[in-house]
């Protein structure tokens, strides 16, 4: 199956100062509601010598990375179980990932957080008893397939960016995104917004990632590399007040971007607040790169 997970790039606007800010729209790769999860588990997929019977994965209740493993394995032709840390959506409404995931007929356990690794561990037990071949792939595609992924996609831009913001979550994307650069030669800054974790966790889990794919590409590598700030993290992970709600507002109203309080909202309102703080020249080169998740915000809940 050939997966599209290339997407559209243009410019957004030019600020009073002449700074030119330009968005890459991964929500808007084609297949499988879009996302960088797309991009990660395509190239993860690729990989795989033989497709398994069973895949089993992790994530959230509202997870796009659950989303798009159940939905490519059933187009494979391969269950999927997704092991997975909240509650079963109660709600008579479709709401967001959820309802996705029930169309892939996905088994799904729901569990706390800690047991995860022991759920998992216990399905994989299971299916290998009954004769079924298995593949865990690493919640939100947390692997050094997932982070290459995104060294190879950062040859799909047109621009040179100065700087290069995103929603920084398990690390994966910013590990690539990084090394993608690096690989270019590019003294592009990648600063990753965090959406959940604290500066000293975040930092860990992108570096154990970027030091692979720079020891694969034969790139030098030094944490400095890697700009990762929780200063937007607005309580953690699926937190929000409503000052951000009405940022996803007002940028849905003067530019037409959709964006979600769990991951892309944070990122973009963190572009926007650490920018005005540097002094840019007039033509710097600002670029979002839009990870997708506006599904999340189709399952948010008024405050």
Same mark, same amino acid.
């Given at each position: ?9 243009? @410019? ?17 790769i084609p297949?499988? %509601? *879009? ?37 490519m394995a ?13 509650? &079963? ?9 959820? %309802? ?23 399905? &994989? ?34 621009? @040179?960016? #100065? ?17 993608g650069i ?6 592009? =800054?990648?600063? *990753? ?22 020891? &694969? ?13 929780? #200063? ?14 009405? %940022? ?52 948010? =809940?008024?405050?």
């Amino acid at each position: 199956m050939k997966i599209n997970s290339v997407s559209p790039e243009y @410019k957004l606007f030019i600020d009073d100062s002449g700074v030119e800010f330009f968005v890459k729209r991964d929500d808007l790769i084609p297949d499988f %509601f *879009g996302g960088n999860k797309v991009r990660k588990n395509a190239f993860i997929f690729s990989q795989m010598e033989d497709l398994p019977d069973v895949l089993i994965t992790n994530g959230g209740a509202e997870s796009n990375h659950a989303r798009v493993c159940s939905l490519m394995a059933r187009k494979l032709g391969a269950e999927s179980h997704l092991v997975l840390h909240g509650c &079963k959506t109660l709600s008579g409404f479709y709401n967001g990932n959820d %309802f996705i995931i029930s169309c892939a007929s996905s088994r799904v356990s729901y569990v706390p957080p800690e047991d995860i690794l022991k759920e998992i561990t216990k399905q &994989k037990s299971y299916y290998e008893s009954v004769g079924k071949t298995v593949e865990v792939i690493p919640g939100g595609a947390h692997s050094l397939e997932g982070a290459e992924a995104y060294l190879m996609a950062v040859n799909e831009l047109e621009v @040179k960016p #100065d700087y290069i913001f995103f929603a920084s979550g398990t690390g994966a994307t910013q590990a690539g995104i990084a090394a993608g650069i690096k690989l270019k030669g590019w003294n592009t =800054k990648v600063i *990753g917004i965090s959406v959940a974790r604290e500066k000293k966790r975040g930092i860990a889990a992108i570096y154990e990632i970027y030091s692979l794919l720079c020891d &694969k590409y034969n790139l030098d590598h030094d944490i400095s590399d890697i700009i990762f700030l929780d #200063d937007y993290r607005f309580g953690g992970y699926s937190k929000f007040d409503n000052n951000l709600i009405d %940022f996803i507002k007002e940028t849905i109203e003067k530019q037409s971007i959709p964006l979600d309080p769990v991951y892309t909202a944070k990122a973009y309102f963190g572009m926007i607040s650490e920018t005005s703080k540097i002094k840019m020249t007039r033509g710097t080169k600002v670029l979002f790169w839009h990870t997708g998740g506006f599904l999340n915000l189709q399952a948010t =809940k008024a405050i």
